[in-house]
């Protein structure tokens, strides 16, 4: 099993820009600006935009037993379980994931984007089943434990 410490390590050691377009500079592009480990297995992380916009995301760690929905393959070592975790964050930030077509809880006075199987849960209704039904309760990768 991976470890909760070795996935820290890693995600703490991402803290370049993710470019939307490597040629030039966009508001979407972001970096990874907090990273904690909770009790429980759980990941906390803040997410900011080149413009500013941040929201953070609680993320299961494998022990954690919860899905883990960005998983499209089994991830050999904690280097490659981040790295599809950034392209699932990657897919929903560069589509505007931390704007207001998702939904947000409030934690604490943080303000935290909501997962859902599909990605992060969009505030429209309709979307938010299809897109629930068309993923499945595993998502859209199957991604269950690791």
């Known amino acids: 099993m991976l470890s909760d410490d070795a996935i820290v390590e890693v995600l703490r050691r991402q803290t370049a ?4 377009d490597p040629r030039k500079s966009s508001r979407l592009d972001y970096r990874l600006t907090d990273v904690r480990a909770r009790d429980g297995h759980v990941l906390d992380v803040r997410i900011t935009q080149r413009d500013g916009e941040s929201a953070c995301l609680l993320i299961g760690m494998p022990a954690s037993g919860s899905h883990q929905y960005w998983v499209y393959a089994r ?5 490659d379980w981040v790295g599809q975790l950034l392209t699932w964050i990657d897919e929903e930030v560069f589509t505007d994931g931390l704007g207001p077509g998702r939904l947000r809880e409030e934690h604490g006075g ?3 984007v909501v997962v859902a199987n599909y990605g ?20 859209w990768h199957g991604g269950g434990s690791v």
């Open 120 to 139: 992060w849960h969009q505030t429209d209704t309709e979307e938010h089943a299809r897109l629930t039904a068309a993923a499945g309760p595993r998502g």
């Open 110 to 112: 943080e303000s935290y």
């Open 17 to 20: 820009w993710r470019l939307l």
């Open 75 to 79: 991830p050999g070592d904690a280097a």
